[in-house]
């Protein structure tokens, strides 16, 4: 296993345009559910379908030069809800990448109407997709922005459908916290007692897992996706309890998909926290075993590095992220 052959496990390409100069917030986050009402949350909100395009496809040309060979995505546009994992799909088929795609159906703007608009949109990409390269999932969100009836509809949804849910868990003491206010011991347990963990199971993060809820997840079959870069620009913490568990994929979590900078920054971060030197190693071909998984075994592969003009790219990409920095101001 080299890092030339990185499956990111758990990203989204609905943040490709943010190198070329996404504006800070207005008043610097001071906590983690901040970052996101204050950042991201005004990032996706501001994306139509023009600047999604785009998005997927720096993402997605960039991804490729770096040696990933396929993406595991979790999507969010709450103005752009129906079709937008047709966008996603569009490019990564026509690009030759291999991807798992999903909408994360939330409550935080819409309500109920929203989580199940989101929802809807996974039930309809994953009956009505025909691209070789690309499979759906169903997602939530994170447990923290859904209610007990959004998660077992979103539990129902994957076993009408024969599939697994892909969601963020435990990120941030605050959606440990969510889950106790609700009277569950935690997320992990909330989502498993509402029915919505089917073996094979996505969970991203797991940073504020106990080591026996991490060993429940792998008893579960489901997978959990470390995201270095991430987890350190957050100041979220280190998931160190993530060795519990046989089934730990590599992710970037919406930074660029570069296995080399997620490689060594978990070599960096690892051994202060007891995670030995091939720690990087077996996480990266777990990714690979998980694409697989949802490819019914054998994932597909990925076309090699393409003649992509990536200057030009690089200018259409710049122009669109001005067009949508414009309208992330305007929210």
Not at 127 to 155: I, W
Request: proline content about 5%.
């Amino acid at each position: 296993m080299t890092v030339a052959s990185f499956v990111n496990a758990h990203t989204h390409l609905y943040s490709g345009l943010v190198p070329f100069g996404m504006p800070a917030p207005a008043q610097a986050p001071a906590n983690f559910v901040q970052i996101l009402e204050r950042v991201w949350w005004r990032l996706d909100r501001a994306l139509d379908a023009a600047s999604l395009r785009m998005s997927a496809q720096w993402y997605v040309a960039e991804a490729l030069q770096l040696g990933t060979v396929g993406l595991i995505d979790h999507h969010e546009s709450p103005q752009l809800i129906e079709g937008s994992l047709d966008i996603l799909a569009d490019v990564c088929q026509a690009a030759g990448m291999p991807a798992v795609l999903c909408y994360g159906a939330t409550e935080r703007n819409g309500g109920r109407t929203e989580a199940r608009q989101g929802l809807a949109e996974c039930r309809r990409f994953i009956q009505s997709n025909r691209r070789p390269l690309v499979r759906g999932v169903v997602g939530l969100h994170a447990s923290f922005t859904v209610s007990d009836e959004t998660v077992r509809e979103a539990a129902a949804l994957c076993r009408e459908l024969g599939t697994v849910l892909h969601v963020h868990v435990a990120e941030d003491q605050a959606d440990v916290a969510d889950a106790q206010r609700r009277g569950w011991a935690g997320p992990l347990e909330r989502l498993e007692q509402l029915g919505a963990l089917p073996p094979g199971s996505i969970l991203a993060h797991g940073v504020h897992l106990s080591e026996p809820q991490v060993r429940r997840a792998d008893k579960l079959g489901c997978w959990l996706v470390q995201n270095p870069r991430s987890n350190r620009g957050n100041r979220v913490g280190y998931p160190a309890t993530l060795r519990a568990s046989a089934h730990v994929a590599l992710g970037t979590d919406g930074y660029a998909s570069d296995p080399r900078a997620e490689y060594v920054a978990l070599r960096e971060d690892g051994p202060p926290h007891g995670d030995d030197a091939q720690v990087a190693a077996r996480r990266l071909q777990a990714g690979q075993d998980l694409l697989a998984q949802r490819f019914g075994g054998t994932a597909p592969s990925a076309r090699a590095a393409q003649d992509v003009d990536l200057e030009s790219l690089r200018a259409q990409a710049a122009s669109q992220a001005a067009r949508l920095w414009s309208r992330m101001a305007a929210l």
